[in-house]
């Protein structure tokens, strides 16, 4: 999701620490400076929708437990980030409880790519939400219709009339990308 510098009127002595203890609303904290994520479409929610639905469901069918959140915050290297659609399994809720902010990624998160995101700085969030903590990142292009899947090791991209499905959290869910897009 594009992100942009929040209004002036948000105090800029306000740090990291202030974030983790009462994250403002829509924002992210990035490399030092509180960002407010960017109004997002109407085309974005129903898939965000979708998305938070069909694992919600899929994790009380299955019996595999957990919480399925939106707009939830998180810690990452030392930034604080707010996936569109994130999993969280009963283990880290046991081990964590309720915090104001999770103290590491989730271990499944999405994030649902507007047309004036970059690619590089899509690929470069994956990477991080990687490398503190979540195992699988999805990568969600609504315009191209395009679900990319991230794993540390590997990379696999679902298209119209294909079933995307996880690879390593929330085992044996899928849905057919037309229809989570739809």
């Given at each position: 999701m594009?992100?942009t510098?929040?209004?002036?009127?948000i105090?800029?002595e306000?740090s990291?620490?202030?974030?983790?203890?009462?994250?403002?609303?829509?924002t992210e904290?990035?490399?030092?400076e509180?960002?407010?994520?960017?109004?997002?479409?109407?085309?974005?929610?129903?898939i965000q929708g979708n998305?938070?639905?069909?694992?919600r469901?899929?994790?009380d069918?299955s019996?595999q437990?957990?919480?399925v959140?939106?707009?939830v915050?998180?810690l990452?290297?030392k930034?604080?980030?707010?996936?569109d659609?994130a999993y969280?399994?009963?283990e880290?809720?046991?081990?964590?409880g309720?915090?104001?902010?999770?103290?590491?990624?989730?271990?499944l998160?999405?994030e649902i790519i507007s047309?004036?995101?970059?690619?590089?700085?899509?690929?470069?969030?994956?990477?991080e939400?990687?490398?503190?903590?979540?195992?699988?990142?999805?990568l969600v292009?609504?315009?191209?219709?395009w679900?990319i899947?991230?794993?540390?090791t590997q990379?696999?991209?679902?298209?119209?009339g294909?079933l995307?499905h996880?690879?390593t959290?929330?085992?044996?869910?899928?849905v057919?990308?037309?229809e989570?897009?739809a």
């Amino acid at each position: 999701m594009v992100i942009t510098t929040v209004r002036e009127n948000i105090s800029t002595e306000y740090s990291l620490e202030n974030w983790l203890q009462s994250p403002l609303e829509g924002t992210e904290w990035v490399n030092g400076e509180l960002l407010e994520k960017e109004e997002v479409t109407l085309k974005h929610s129903r898939i965000q929708g979708n998305l938070y639905f069909y694992w919600r469901n899929y994790k009380d069918a299955s019996g595999q437990g957990g919480e399925v959140y939106t707009e939830v915050p998180c810690l990452t290297n030392k930034q604080g980030r707010r996936p569109d659609v994130a999993y969280l399994t009963p283990e880290l809720m046991q081990q964590f409880g309720e915090p104001a902010v999770l103290p590491q990624s989730f271990p499944l998160v999405a994030e649902i790519i507007s047309p004036t995101d970059l690619a590089e700085d899509m690929i470069a969030k994956s990477q991080e939400y990687l490398q503190s903590g979540s195992t699988e990142v999805w990568l969600v292009f609504p315009e191209n219709r395009w679900i990319i899947v991230i794993t540390k090791t590997q990379r696999l991209v679902f298209i119209d009339g294909e079933l995307v499905h996880t690879q390593t959290v929330l085992t044996g869910f899928n849905v057919a990308v037309d229809e989570l897009l739809a």
